[in-house]
């Protein structure tokens, strides 16, 4: 088993550390320490970080990994997503979903490429069901697929306020968090409700009545897309402060963006500015999702891809034009959805934590390294290992 010795690195975990040096053995981190001193026989690796940043890979809880359809017919279904796409962005664990179309999209496929990409060296989960009521499982049940698939850590994008979705009333949402709760609670997994928030006037409501006139609490929804416009930012916030986490998706377009969308870094802004709790706050990707751009009627004007790359992008925005704290926008893409998906093993650098981490530069937070389940998947900005059919 090769051990690997990382020197001289400005250690954010996401906390800042310092100047450290990191042990690894296997898959493991064994050890973070100043000038970690070894007097051993076996193989070991030492690299120096030169004091760049090393931090936890990116946790993704929302990709479209076998590709989304889309919303402009049969010839705009989105392209699955590639190993070399999560490391270029340094992404080490994904989240894959179905979303629109659960009719050419299947579970069997989303499942088939999560087992694929961990055996690719990936850190890979999925959710049950997609946008519709009622939920298309693998088993016959929410609660049976969370607690008796391994991969599975709860059921989305469950679609609300959206023309493309059931239109579905609090009540039958609410029996299906109570399907997830239960899975989770009995599997020890986190039975997770990821819910696709659309540009309705309802916004959050849904939910709102769900934690209102049942026992279920707002905490057992995660809802995403909440930047998607400045009233449902703010509707977000109001979620946010009643307990619950809301994600801010990082893929956009100029159209969407001059549509109205607050981009994504902004949005984080904002929502510290209005006291929400920096733990109740995250990006996700999207990545390969379509990214559709409806007109007033509803009718699509344009249509581009989730990008990978882009939750890597607004952490350097969040940090390098919105003036926050590094360690701070840190916990939106590490540690923050590493708790929400009940990740003990994800998202902090510590002794006993996967070694899932990348170094970047410390003045542009540009990728330099990365480092999934202790192996080097890029090194010095090329990526030196892909998946298995990637040229």
């Not at 499982?137 to 994008?157: K, P, Y």
């Not at 239109?167 to 819910?195: D, P, Y």
């Amino acid at each position: 088993m090769t051990m690997r010795l990382l020197r001289n690195a400005q250690v954010f975990a996401p906390q800042s550390l310092g100047i450290q040096d990191i042990l690894i053995s296997g898959s493991q981190i064994v050890a973070i320490a100043e000038h970690i001193r070894l007097d051993t026989n076996i193989e070991l690796e030492e690299i120096n970080c030169e004091q760049r940043i090393v931090c936890p890979g990116l946790v993704d809880t929302l990709t479209h990994i076998t590709g989304g359809g889309g919303e402009g017919g049969f010839a705009t279904r989105t392209p699955e997503m590639h190993l070399s796409d999560a490391i270029s962005g340094g992404v080490t664990t994904v989240t894959g979903a179905l979303g629109t179309d659960a009719v050419c999209r299947t579970h069997q496929d989303l499942i088939a490429k999560v087992k694929g990409l961990k055996e690719e060296g990936l850190s890979a989960y999925f959710y049950t069901g997609n946008y519709h009521y009622p939920v298309k499982t693998i088993t016959g049940s929410v609660q049976q697929d969370i607690m008796l698939l391994e991969e599975c850590l709860g059921i989305g994008e469950i679609a609300i306020a959206d023309h493309r979705g059931s239109q579905l009333s609090w009540q039958e949402l609410a029996k299906v968090a109570a399907e997830a709760r239960v899975g989770g609670m009995c599997s020890g997994k986190a039975g997770v409700v990821s819910v696709h928030v659309g540009s309705g006037e309802d916004k959050l409501s849904t939910l709102f009545n769900v934690a209102e006139h049942t026992n279920i609490p707002l905490s057992q929804f995660y809802p995403t897309h909440i930047n998607r416009s400045p009233k449902l930012l703010a509707d977000g916030i109001r979620f946010a402060k009643q307990g619950g986490t809301i994600d801010f998706t990082a893929s956009s377009t100029p159209e969407i963006i001059a549509g109205g969308e607050v981009k994504c870094a902004t949005a984080l802004r904002i929502a510290l500015a209005e006291g929400v709790d920096p733990s109740q706050l995250t990006f996700s990707t999207d990545g390969h999702a379509s990214l559709p751009h409806f007109n007033a009627q509803g009718e699509l004007e344009s249509l581009k891809v989730g990008s990978m790359q882009s939750m890597l992008h607004e952490l350097r925005d969040a940090v390098l034009v919105e003036q926050i704290a590094l360690e701070t926008a840190l916990k939106a893409v590490t540690e923050n959805p590493a708790r929400v998906l009940r990740l003990s093993g994800k998202g902090k650098l510590r002794p006993g934590a996967d070694a899932d981490l990348l170094l970047l530069d410390p003045e542009q937070l540009t990728l330099h390294s990365v480092m999934a389940g202790g192996a080097w998947f890029m090194r010095n900005q090329s990526i030196i290992r892909k998946g298995t059919f990637e040229a």
